[in-house]
């Protein structure tokens, strides 16, 4: 299956488009309607993957502190220039990715926990004013990390073993990279929804996240949960950026180029839903795929945007309510 470039590299959205040659869609790219819609169903599902990676990180500091942290995408640059700088000292190809998805998720949380122990913790229930504080501080960190890698983008060494593509019956192929992507993901929701309901710390984060004041009374120490909860959810940033990384070019601002899809997706799902997450994030990926096969890039983005403008018109509350205020 021989993709389209401007949906195998979904972090960088302002790259051109290819018009669809003329001619019904089941002979356009010379190829029969089946694989077409195959292909199309999986590159939205794997958008989807990374949308999901970048929004179940905005679920828990958003759900549980009601923070707007746009400083969310410069974790994800972390976590990419992580891997790079990895790569530098590593060279294979598969043990360096292999060891930078912890390392980077360690990074961008330390990255996290600085940014809530230093400004953070003394904006709770002004999200207005933690928009401006972390807009101001994501602007510092493409600056910093400009002037230590520079303003061009850089590149990394996918493994040999993602390069290639997967065949399935019916002459349909899937890209090796997406499915690590797509794997990557499940296996994020499925141990962050575990934790949440088996652990200690699930519990705890649960009762902040429905009744702060009467958790902190009960003797559950809210800044800890809170610093830790910051921590888990910039570390997952860390985690896109490295899976980004084997999609496209690393640069000062490719974090920026998501943050806005990904706040979407917590909203439309319901904020500190992660189903409503799991949900919407595989639901636009699909919707954007098709709409950028179908017409451009551009105009799919608006056509996702009209989509979740009508919806939330319909159901502002987001796609689960939130009565309970409950992260799993």
């Known amino acids: 299956m021989g993709e389209r ?17 003329p001619g019904p869609p089941d002979q356009q790219y010379g190829v029969p309607t089946v694989t077409v819609l195959f292909g199309q169903l999986f590159t939205g599902i794997s958008i989807g993957a990374v949308l999901l990676l970048i929004a179940l990180g905005l679920a828990l500091t958003f759900g549980q502190m009601n923070v707007i942290n746009m400083a969310h995408g410069e974790f994800i640059m972390a976590g990419a220039y992580t891997t790079y700088v990895l790569q530098q000292s590593i060279t294979g190809a598969g043990v360096s990715l292999l060891v930078a998805l912890p390392v980077a998720f360690v990074v961008a949380g330390t990255m996290g926990v600085l940014l809530e122990v ?20 994501s602007l510092m960190l493409q600056q910093l990390a400009r002037d230590v890698f520079g303003s061009p983008n850089v590149q990394t060494r996918a493994p040999d073993l993602l390069t290639g593509n997967v ?7 899937v890209a090796n990279n997406r499915l690590f992507i797509l ?22 984060v649960r009762a902040v996240v429905q009744n702060r004041d009467l958790a902190a009374v009960s003797g559950i120490p809210t800044a800890r949960v809170d610093r830790t909860t910051f921590f888990i959810g910039s570390g997952l940033a860390g985690l896109a ?19 806005i899809d990904a706040f979407l997706v917590v909203v439309v799902g319901g904020i500190g839903q992660l189903k409503g997450s ?21 105009v799919a983005k608006v ?4 989509a979740i403008v009508a919806f939330l018109q319909w159901r502002p509350q987001g796609l689960f309510t939130l009565r309970t205020r409950s992260l799993a």
């Open 167 to 173: 065949a399935l019956p019916g002459g349909l192929t």
């Open 183 to 204: 794997a990557l993901a499940l296996a994020a929701v499925a141990a962050l929804t575990l934790a949440l309901r088996l652990t200690p710390l699930g519990r705890r």
């Open 5 to 21: 470039p401007e949906l195998t590299t979904p972090a960088r959205a302002g790259g051109a488009t290819t018009p669809a040659p």
């Open 118 to 137: 230093l400004l953070i913790r003394r904006l709770y229930a002004r999200p207005l004013d933690t928009l401006l504080v972390t807009w101001g501080v």
């Open 278 to 298: 799991v949900i919407v994030a595989f639901a636009l990926g699909v919707l954007q795929a098709t709409g950028e096969y179908l017409t451009t890039l551009s």
């Open 303 to 306: 056509i996702v945007f009209v």
């Open 241 to 259: 950026g490295v899976a980004l990384t084997l999609l496209g070019p690393i640069g000062p601002t490719m974090g920026t180029n998501l943050i």
